[in-house]
């Protein structure tokens, strides 16, 4: 992004850096750079069903790899779901019926 005065003149990226960083001391949040908002911004509208296609492009990347190996970031949240289809498909009447077949011959 380029920030410009109403004379056009150019003003710097330190417009946005001031204010990210006040906000971060305020709340208490070290070490966070406006660019981690990137990797935010990937992984929350992945979360939520923005096709990953969509978000490489709006991302400026040519290959989705770029945005699955740099951007997207695994959270506890994804892992208790994967957790949770795991014990779901293992405690599934499919999964014991093939049991019971299997022990039966």
Known sequence: M??????????????????FKIIHKELGIENCRFYDLRGSYATINLRN?????????????KYIETTENFYISSTDENK????????????????????????AY
């Open 49 to 61: 069903g923005t096709e990953i296609r969509d978000v490489a492009d709006i991302l400026g990347h």
């Open 80 to 103: 208790k779901d994967v957790s949770n289809v795991f014990d779901s498909l293992m405690s599934s009447e499919t999964i014991d019926n093939i049991i019971k077949y299997e022990i």
């Open 2 to 19: 380029v920030f410009t005065r109403p004379n056009g003149k150019y003003v710097g990226r330190n417009i946005l850096n001031y204010p």
